[in-house]
């Protein structure tokens, strides 16, 4: 068992974790989840020792292994693939050993194999990988450590569906403990059995049994029975306060209108009884039981701009190829893309998905065929790995560079994309991976684009901000082409997939089986 104590984390004047309990029981499968910021990559760091907090304790059995997971890779001082393996496998062997076993060899292969890294060998070294396949090569060391207790912060961020569908088969068939932070609703669907909440609103930590959806069936409930009480509330003060007024200005009609004595009499006991209303209302107004008006937290709000005319054919490609010396990616593309289409282009990674986009951006030129735009066509496009900002502007200059916007004007645009006026100044190069994903969505609304192609578009969203882009796709009246390993958010945007595999694309629907909820009008 894991039990967290009271833990207490201050950052500056901010208090990120506030008197936080609970206990991970043996064997058990949960969720801990919060908006970005709520401080749950902090709790993650303080469980595994990286971090200490300010306060509180971290209690485990004394032979229980932690296995921590964080969202970017660990610093090592292994230099291959192999090396990483064998520094996770001695720290669990009572005979370390310089060199893998054959069979310790044998896993290792069956695991990177199972996240996507099939072509990698065990020799290769680590500093020639991508970010992504770092990731998953430290999440494969740490599976084959086989943990007591799994800490695994966003360990769905770089995997293809293949690679999501084995880990969901194997933390599903883990014995031990596991504590996962993931913003994949499905994901979570399939490997949970509880979901321990932080709130910055409020502190500790709550539990809720059952899945991602029960929960957030219950939370939605809960938000729903506060308004009704807001509204009962409501209701209660503009009584009160029309009660108020209507006899005060009865008083002091009643006043002006008489010199009579008695009937000023009279009218004096009005107005006395109107002050004893006015003082009810404030005590109703002050009173500690009164709600505020339940409001979702500050998330993204996005309205894309309807396109004035758009072509009924967006795109028409033709007998298209790519491949590079030594590898071809995709050949014989006969494709074709409708107005309001809306596909999802899946395939394991190293497939040519994000090839394929650049080459239809025309940032790559194609070895073979043609491709066609509609001449309507006004294309906004958000790359994976956010080379379109400009790294020395800040976000204000950012926006205006794509549509003439006053400073205040760009303030309060920026202000729905969950930016404050401190950060719309800092130089684009000081933001996170996350606030420059929010930038490239507020960038794309400004344009006023018609045909959206975007690289991986919610890798860095939490829950609430991903259901809101996917209310924003819904409302907007033109087609996209995406990136996107999150089935849930296909399912509830797409209508179209194509799923590239052998050099090749095979034309679908979105599998039944991610079918996640329904996207509620805005």
């Keep these: 068992m894991l039990q967290i104590n009271r833990i207490n984390k201050v950052f500056g004047d901010r208090h990120v974790l506030v ?15 919060g908006s970005n910021g709520s401080g749950k990559t902090t709790l993650f760091e303080i469980i595994s020792g990286k971090l200490e907090a300010d306060s509180g304790t971290v209690v485990k059995s004394a032979n229980d292994l932690i296995g921590y997971l964080p969202q970017n890779p660990l610093e090592t001082t292994a230099q291959t693939i192999a090396e990483l393996m064998l520094v996770a496998l001695n720290q669990i062997n009572p005979f370390p050993t310089s060199q893998l076993l ?26 020639i990988l991508s970010g992504g ?39 599903n068939n883990y014995p031990g403990s596991g504590l996962l932070i993931s913003h994949d609703r499905l994901f979570l669907d399939h490997t949970i059995t509880c979901v321990y909440e932080l709130d910055e609103d409020r502190e500790g930590v709550r539990k809720f049994p059952g899945d991602y959806s029960n929960y957030a069936d219950l939370i939605a409930k809960e938000k729903q029975k506060a308004y009704e009480i807001w509204k009962d509330q409501e209701s209660e003060i503009r009584r009160l306060k029309s009660d108020w007024i209507n006899t005060a200005e009865q008083a002091r009609y009643t006043e002006k209108r008489t010199k009579d004595s ?11 009884k109107g002050l004893a209303k006015k003082k009810r209302l404030e005590r109703h107004l002050e009173a500690s039981e009164r709600i505020q008006k339940p409001m979702d937290k500050w998330r993204i709000d996005i309205n894309f701009a309807e396109p004035e005319h758009q072509s009924t054919q967006i795109l028409s490609i033709n007998d298209l190829g790519f491949g590079y010396t030594d590898e071809l990616l995709f050949q014989n593309l006969d494709l074709y893309i409708q107005a309001g289409q809306r596909i999802a282009l899946i395939g394991p990674n190293g497939s040519g998905k994000s090839t394929l986009l650049k080459v239809l951006m025309g940032q790559l030129a194609q070895n073979t065929g043609s491709y066609r735009w509609g001449k309507s066509v006004i294309l906004g496009y958000m790359p994976q790995k956010q080379e379109s900002l400009n790294p020395s502007l800040n976000s204000i200059e950012s926006i205006q560079g794509v549509k003439s916007m006053s400073l205040s004007e760009v303030y309060h645009f920026l202000h729905y994309f969950l930016f404050d006026e401190d950060q719309v100044i800092l130089p684009i190069s000081a933001l996170s991976f996350g606030q420059r994903a929010r930038l490239l969505l507020a960038r794309l609304v400004a344009q ?14 939490d829950i609430p901000s991903r259901e809101q882009f996917e209310k924003a796709l819904h409302a907007f009246s033109g087609g996209f082409l995406l990136v996107a390993h999150d089935r849930a ?30 996207i509620e009008p805005q």
């Design 19 to 33: 008197d936080v309990t609970f206990a991970l029981n043996d064997g058990e499968h949960a969720a801990l989840i």
């Design 448 to 461: 006023g684009a018609n045909f959206l192609i975007l690289d991986e578009p919610v890798n860095h969203l």
């Design 262 to 272: 008695t009937t000023r009499r009279y009218a004096k006991k009005v107005a006395k």
């Design 489 to 518: 958010f296909i399912a509830r945007t797409c209508n179209t997939v194509w799923d590239i595999r052998n050099a090749s694309i095979v034309e679908g629907v979105p599998d039944e089986s991610w079918k996640y909820g329904s």
């Design 133 to 171: 396949e770092r990731t998953r090569v430290q999440l494969a060391s740490l599976l084959l450590q086989r943990p007591e207790i799994l800490l695994l912060d966003e360990p769905t961020n770089h995997l293809d569906i293949p690679a999501l569908e084995w880990l969901e088969n194997f933390i």
């Design 102 to 127: 054959p069979r310790e060899k044998a896993e290792a292969l069956r695991v990177l194999a199972n996240l996507g890294l099939g072509y990698l060998e065990l020799q290769t070294p680590l500093d």
